[in-house]
């Protein structure tokens, strides 16, 4: 089994690069629009116990729901694909960034805000939960016992990563993956199906264009081939894998097809 190569560690480190030097240019809008909602928040929150395990617990959802749009809907999809497409799994991975995503993930932690969380508070939380986020890249690690039941683990992460059909777009949770047992995306590792990392059509170079941006070429190939407004619509916002003829597929029609 191998586990790591240079050129897929490069491509990481390159990645990760763009998306935290994207990240760095655009942190004073992303503080500036948050705060902006901050000061419509609807309750005022004291420093306390509760106030950080409130935040950890929600801000956790709030990626979740992130995740969840990012697998769902192919315009998002074009952008995190390039964090699956490695077919290794291991802690450079982790690092294998969704570049444009600093450009929109703030939205998604508004609600923070209007709640009551400090701006600052709420960019700690998400940085610690991000480093159990990239440690959870390692094959090196089995199942974890009784943190199985409600932490995202090793074993439930390299589901998440794997083409096998069964295990498509499960496990999206950052710290805890309850989540994904109360909105039906859970998935255990299993024996009989071991993971396959990748993606159901994986890459045959790690030119950092291709990497980036081959998912909205395919795109707007789609776009372009289309008929009507419905079709070219849901090949840019649909879920991933729809097709107007049946020639592709979206994960829920090849899950279908699978009995346990």
């Known amino acids: 089994m191998e586990l790591f190569t240079i050129s897929d560690f490069a491509s990481n480190v390159f990645l990760s690069f763009l998306n935290g030097s994207i990240y760095l240019i655009f942190r004073l809008v ?3 629009i948050l705060g902006w909602f901050f000061q419509y928040r609807i309750f005022e929150l004291n420093h306390t116990w509760f106030y950080w395990i409130s935040l950890l ?4 959802l709030c990626y979740f729901i992130l995740h969840w749009t990012d697998h769902n809907s192919r315009l998002f999809w074009a952008v995190h694909v390039t964090h699956h497409s490695s077919q290794k799994f291991n802690f450079s991975v982790g690092f294998r960034s969704s570049v444009f995503e600093p450009l ?6 508004i609600p923070l805000a209007l709640f009551g969380f400090g701006i600052l508070d709420i960019m700690l939380v998400y940085s610690a939960t991000q480093i159990w986020g990239i440690l959870v890249h390692t094959q090196l690690i089995n199942k974890l016992g009784i943190l199985e039941l409600f932490l995202t683990t090793p074993s439930h992460h390299r589901v998440h990563h794997g083409s096998n059909e069964r295990y498509l777009d ?3 949770g ?6 994904d047992r109360i909105f039906g995306t859970f998935q255990p590792e299993r024996v009989d199906d071991p993971v396959k990392y990748g993606l159901t059509t994986n890459l045959t170079t790690e030119n950092p264009a291709h990497v980036i941006f081959h998912e909205w070429k395919a795109i707007i190939a789609d776009v372009k081939r289309a008929h009507g407004f419905r079709n070219k619509f849901m090949y840019i916002f649909g879920p991933p894998g729809w097709s107007h003829d049946g020639s592709t597929q979206t994960s829920k029609q090849l899950q279908q097809k699978i009995k346990d």
């Open 30 to 32: 992303y503080i500036g």
């Open 57 to 60: 617990i929600l801000e956790d």
């Open 104 to 109: 929109y993930r703030f939205l998604f932690f």
């Open 170 to 172: 499960k496990n999206m």
């Open 174 to 179: 950052m710290l805890f993956i309850f989540w």
